[in-house]
């Protein structure tokens, strides 16, 4: 017992100091990553620096490593864009991402943040997407505040104060086992996406047969069929992207929104209603904050989504090359960095 008690506390600690990156592996993964692009992290005026944050769609898309190099040609100057998508990740999952990145000294000219429909609005009976994903072994002292402040209230982690020593090799066993000894998960592949990450935190995207995309497409609307029965913009999703923009404000760095593709079928999943209030929310974003919208909703061919909203590698390819060109068109660099 007295073994089993001391173990317990020496992983406990080893955890609440963060001496082992097993809160929120997606996180690590990518801020490892991140850690080594010092363009980044200094404050070296000569180049043009762009954090992009979101989910899965971008995660699988915006190939960070080939903005930079067009960027770089366009403005004469060096670029470094840097691709934070993460999967299951959304407006909630993204404010607290943006809050631990400027606590720990990001530096960037501009910030693009997600703005995908679906996890911006709620659907019958307040149905939250997001939160099915956003599970309590992922969150930090003080985050569980910051949620619900958006009116989103999870579950108190038990991996949270002093119980936290006596739970934590329970808590945090999958993490752990992801990073370490991933032949003992359930799932001997991993349950994260690291060793596929290149430099720029880019992932290809989903490679899938053209007759299995249709089974794809279903799978699809049925996870998101709770969100699309009676969708309405608003709720915690909404209110995480507009407090994350204040963020940005506050703390003097530039933001854009980039609404994320999805095939003509997914958005009429909305409904009439559902794509003004889409449309609606977006231009008082603009106009509330004063940024740019990259809305990319349509970059993407239908045939080149693999299941509707993910995209295929050249699907990937064409995204990222839209968005070099909407980025110069529509920004303006030398305004102001932090």
């Not at 008082?284 to 904050?289: G, Q, T």
Request: aromatic share 12%; net charge neutral; hydrophobic share 40%.
């Amino acid at each position: 017992m007295l073994a089993f008690l001391i173990v317990q506390l020496a992983f406990g600690t080893v955890v609440q100091r963060e001496w082992l990156p097993l809160r929120d592996p997606l996180f690590h993964e990518k801020f490892e990553r991140l850690q080594k692009h010092t363009a980044l992290w200094n404050d070296d005026k000569t180049t043009l620096r762009i954090l992009a944050i979101g989910s899965s769609r971008l995660h699988l898309s915006f190939d960070a490593k080939r903005v930079s190099e067009k960027l770089s040609t366009a403005y004469g100057r060096p670029a470094i864009a840097y691709n934070f998508g993460t999967s299951g990740a959304g407006p909630l999952t993204n404010s607290l991402y943006l809050k631990r990145l400027i606590d720990a000294g990001v530096r960037a000219d501009c910030v693009v943040l997600e703005l995908h429909p679906a996890l911006i609005g709620t659907g019958e009976g307040g149905f939250l997407l997001e939160g099915r994903w956003l599970h309590g072994y992922r969150l930090r002292p003080g985050e569980c505040e910051q949620l619900a402040g958006y009116s989103f209230a999870p579950e108190y982690p038990p991996s949270f104060g002093v119980k936290a020593y006596l739970t934590a090799t329970h808590a945090y066993r999958m993490p752990a086992l992801n990073r370490y000894a991933t032949v003992w998960l359930p799932c001997p592949f991993g349950l994260t996406l690291g060793a596929q990450h290149d430099a720029f935190g880019f992932v290809p995207g989903i490679e899938l047969p053209l007759h299995e995309r249709p089974t794809a497409f279903q799978r699809t609307l049925a996870q998101y069929r709770d969100v699309f029965t009676g969708y309405r913009v608003g709720g915690p999703g909404a209110a995480a992207l507009r407090d994350s923009l204040a963020i940005c404000q506050a703390t003097g760095l530039r933001a854009a929104i980039l609404v994320t593709p999805e095939s003509p079928a997914f958005q009429r999943q909305y409904g009439p209603d559902g794509a003004r209030q889409i449309a609606a929310f977006i231009d008082e974003l603009r106009r509330e904050f004063s940024i740019t919208i990259l809305n990319a909703r349509d970059a993407i061919p239908d045939g080149e989504l693999a299941d509707g909203h993910h995209p295929t590698p050249a699907g990937g390819a064409i995204f990222t090359d839209w968005f070099a060109t909407e980025f110069q068109r529509t920004w303006q660099p030398n305004e102001g960095t932090r």
